[in-house]
Nanobody
Framework: QVHLVESGGGLVQAGGSLRLSCVAS????????MGWHRQAPGKQRESVAA???????DYADSVKGRFTISRDDAENTVYLQMNSLKPEDTAVYYC????????????WGQGTQVTVSS
């Protein structure tokens, strides 16, 4: 079992920055990749960024060059640095962990609201 807790959301003006954090606990040894997803009102949840245990990163086209995903293994934390924020980045951001422990498991945090005003 993996438990994820996000923090760092808030209200920011367009062009501003925020950094989201996701702390993992529990069976962290089983985690193979972590990432951030977001869901805006009336829209489907979409992947924003991901990072594998080996450090390979991947980004949605809409955030490339503006968002950076990173991790601190000593703190069991994954970060999402968001720069040059746009109103269309407004959404609830969810941390996700994929873990393998005999089977593949997907774990989700509770979400943190990011609101970008124009």
């Amino acid at each position: 079992q993996v438990h994820l807790v996000e923090s760092g959301g808030g209200l920011v003006q367009a062009g501003g920055s925020l950094r989201l954090s996701c702390v993992a606990s529990g069976s962290i040894f089983s985690i193979t990749a972590m990432g951030w997803h977001r869901q805006a009102p009336g829209k489907q949840r979409e992947s924003v960024a991901a990072i594998t245990r080996g450090g390979i990163t991947d980004y949605a086209d809409s955030v490339k060059g503006r968002f950076t995903i990173s991790r601190d293994d000593a703190e069991n934390t994954v970060y999402l640095q968001m720069n040059s924020l746009k109103p269309e980045d407004t959404a609830v951001y969810y941390c996700n962990a994929e873990a393998i422990d005999g089977m593949i498991y997907d774990y989700w945090g509770q979400g943190t609201q990011v609101t970008v005003s124009s």
